[in-house]
């Protein structure tokens, strides 16, 4: 009975035309493709749908500022405003009502950006500091008054770690100007703002515990105190541009030093992004996520930020967390784009298999075009299976850079210094630093030169496998087709032509400036002409010849042959016949 089925199927084969069954396959491979195109599941990037999704019923950016007006937070109000406005987003007036129909608040409350009365109590009165709107914290804690009244009062505290941190004020600094030295006023400010902060418990427990630790190693440790001084100059720097009520919460969702360093340093060369990533870092309480998101993807990060305090604070909690960035992508129904989100490895292992179900196709889609012509039995079952399996691993491959196209990741470079200049820090101005964002690799453009330079190898493919196919189908002697097979080499060499012509094109018009300077984008067509004709020549070519031999061997001596010399003659391959 198997015997039978197979001979069934072999004959039901043998009625399909391999022009049919190229175009079946061709349908079916387009049909996979798309398919998996649309799915919003990808392994290193993240699709547009799945953050929408994530960020439904959550708080938004604006319904944050205005909650925390109603609370009275003036402060966190207008950092979350300002970033809704740079956004673009509606009701932003809405929250300037909010803010203007708050009642007469006391001078402490407006320099501290919100109502804090332990804090308060530990300060002289701030009236002089309130003929601004924008209080930031370190001109809370710099006047003398200020020092002054906070040494007594935080010295008669009962924490240990305040203790210890105020012992720091005597440490032999390398960075900053000793407290007890003229020009020492910032380094006292700064520490008594850091043990306010730990009074107050407004530390996160893993940061409090780790920078007690180092005031105690600091006397006797070297690395130690070089730590804790890099600590107050982050914290110098972020107190300059936030109020005592946003930098304390900030201070509550940093979960270590490492975090906050990273924030800072972001801050200090990305200026005009901070309302961005405050925002983004106080909506989803992982700040370490949202500093990721700018300083491994730049721009595209910034993007997804973006984004992401559009749709929500779930959107952004989401992108914190997965650590990939945003990327474009086509739209999707949203019940497929929760089903993502619930299991994202599980779509995404199916989107893969469904590529790979494609390039498969796709290769047995260009194997039937190259057999046009050419009866079932002509061919063993199993011939061209390794060529076969090469092609499909160069278009799945193909499918899966295109769909999921990748910016590269910022380079490891070291932090710029960060030096202190304490005259302008006893003065009440803005420090502003320039950036300069590195250029992602993975542009559009870079993708359709990638494509134009596929398709183009394609065609060379094609058309090399149909002139193999051609000279194998002739009705002459083995010898007469083998060498016109070897007339034809360099025609199987032409995908190699090609691509050292697209490369040296390509960084012609790069050195001409007719095109963006885009290495990736000029090498990528050199190595796909390696790449098609190791594919011809290995997995089509030497597979002809090899039969081709043979063939040669099994016909045994012809009628041809010279008895003389015993050799076969070669027939002239342009002889019309």
């Known amino acids: 009975m198997p015997a039978n089925c197979d001979g069934y199927i072999l004959a039901l084969k043998a009625t399909i035309p391999w022009k049919r069954r190229a175009w079946v396959y061709l349908i079916l491979a387009l049909t996979s493709a798309v398919i998996a195109w649309f799915i919003p599941a990808r392994w290193r990037s993240l699709h547009p749908a799945v953050l929408q999704v994530a960020g439904q019923?959550?708080?938004?950016?604006?319904?944050?500022?205005?909650?925390?007006?109603?609370?009275?937070?003036?402060?966190?109000?207008?950092?979350?405003?300002e970033a809704a406005t740079a956004l673009g987003l509606p009701g932003t007036n809405d929250v300037a009502t909010a803010l203007a129909s708050i009642p007469n608040r006391a001078p402490e409350s407006i320099a501290l950006g919100g109502p804090?009365?332990?804090?308060?109590?530990?300060?002289?009165?701030?009236?002089?500091?309130?003929?601004?709107?924008?209080?930031?914290?370190?001109?809370?804690?710099?006047?003398?008054?200020?020092?002054?009244?906070?040494?007594?009062?935080?010295?008669?505290?009962?924490?240990?770690?305040?203790?210890?941190?105020?012992?720091?004020?005597?440490?032999?600094?390398?960075?900053?100007?000793?407290?007890?030295?003229?020009g020492g006023q910032p380094f006292e400010a700064v520490v008594l703002l850091t043990a306010t902060l730990y009074e107050r418990e407004r530390f996160s427990p893993t940061m409090a515990r780790t920078l007690r630790e180092l005031a105690e190693q600091a006397p006797d440790n070297r690395g130690a105190q070089q730590r804790l001084?890099?600590?107050?100059?982050?914290?110098?720097?972020?107190?300059?541009?936030?109020?005592?009520?946003?930098?304390?919460?900030?201070?509550?969702?940093?979960?270590?030093i490492s975090t906050f360093e990273q924030f800072a340093a972001a801050v200090r060369a990305n200026p005009s992004d901070l309302p961005l990533l405050y925002s983004s870092a106080l909506?989803?309480?992982?700040?370490a996520g949202v500093t990721r998101q700018l300083n491994e993807f730049g721009d595209v990060g910034r993007r997804g930020l973006s984004q992401g305090l559009r749709d929500g604070a779930g959107a952004v909690r989401l992108l914190g967390s997965e650590g990939r960035p945003l990327l474009p992508g086509l739209a999707c129904p949203d019940v497929?784009?929760?089903?993502?989100?619930?299991?994202?490895?599980?779509?995404?292992?199916?989107?893969?298999?469904?590529?790979?179900?494609?390039?498969?196709?796709?290769?047995?889609?260009?194997?039937?075009?190259?057999?046009?012509?050419?009866?079932?039995?002509?061919?063993?079952?199993?011939?061209?299976?390794?060529?076969?399996?090469?092609?499909?691993?160069?278009?799945?491959?193909?499918?899966?850079?295109?769909?999921?196209p990748l910016p590269s990741r910022r380079s490891k470079t070291p932090p710029p210094k960060f030096y202190l200049d304490s005259a302008a820090l006893t003065k009440s101005t803005a420090v502003a630093n320039s950036s300069h964002?590195?250029?992602?690799?993975?542009?559009?453009?870079?993708?359709?030169?990638?494509?134009?330079?596929?398709?183009?190898?394609?065609v060379v493919y094609v058309i090399c496998i149909r002139k193999?196919?051609?000279?194998?189908?002739?009705?002459?002697?083995?010898?007469?087709?083998?060498?016109?097979?070897?007339?034809?080499?360099?025609?199987?060499?032409?995908?190699?032509?090609?691509?050292?012509?697209?490369?040296?094109?390509?960084?012609?018009?790069?050195?001409?400036?007719l095109v963006e300077a885009n290495l990736l984008a000029a090498y990528s067509s050199n190595l796909?002409?390696?790449?098609?004709?190791?594919?011809?020549?290995?997995?089509?070519?030497?597979?002809?010849?090899?039969?081709?031999?043979?063939?040669?061997?099994?016909?045994?001596?012809?009628?041809?042959?010279?008895?003389?010399?015993?050799?076969?003659?070669?027939?002239?391959?342009?002889?019309?016949?």
């Open 229 to 256: 001084e890099e600590l107050y100059l982050n914290l110098l720097s972020l107190s300059r541009r936030l109020d005592w009520s946003s930098l304390a919460e900030l201070a509550r969702i940093v979960p270590d």
């Open 437 to 458: 964002p590195q250029k992602n690799i993975m542009e559009p453009t870079t993708l359709v030169t990638l494509l134009i330079f596929g398709v183009i190898q394609l």
């Open 283 to 287: 909506l989803s309480g992982d700040a």
């Open 468 to 513: 193999i196919s051609e000279i194998t189908r002739l009705p002459d002697p083995p010898s007469v087709r083998l060498k016109l097979l070897e007339n034809e080499e360099n025609l199987f060499d032409a995908g190699l032509y090609v691509g050292i012509a697209g490369t040296a094109a390509a960084l012609v018009m790069q050195v001409l400036q």
């Open 336 to 404: 497929l784009a929760q089903a993502v989100q619930r299991a994202p490895a599980a779509w995404a292992f199916g989107r893969s298999a469904l590529f790979l179900v494609a390039a498969i196709l796709g290769g047995l889609s260009l194997r039937a075009f190259s057999r046009i012509g050419l009866p079932e039995s002509a061919s063993a079952h199993s011939e061209g299976t390794g060529s076969l399996y090469l092609v499909a691993a160069f278009l799945g491959g193909f499918f899966m850079i295109a769909s999921e």
């Open 528 to 577: 796909m002409g390696i790449i098609s004709v190791a594919v011809i020549k290995i997995g089509h070519v030497r597979q002809a010849r090899r039969r081709l031999i043979l063939e040669s061997l099994a016909a045994g001596p012809s009628d041809s042959t010279d008895p003389a010399s015993g050799q076969v003659p070669v027939a002239n391959p342009f002889t019309f016949r």
């Open 57 to 81: 019923n959550s708080m938004g950016l604006v319904e944050g500022a205005i909650r925390t007006a109603q609370q009275q937070r003036v402060g966190l109000s207008t950092r979350l405003n």
């Open 116 to 182: 804090d009365p332990a804090v308060a109590a530990l300060l002289p009165p701030l009236a002089e500091l309130t003929a601004t709107n924008q209080v930031s914290a370190f001109d809370v804690f710099l006047p003398a008054a200020s020092r002054a009244k906070l040494r007594a009062r935080l010295g008669e505290s009962r924490s240990p770690g305040v203790q210890v941190l105020l012992k720091t004020l005597d440490l032999p600094t390398q960075q900053f100007v000793p407290a007890n030295q003229p």
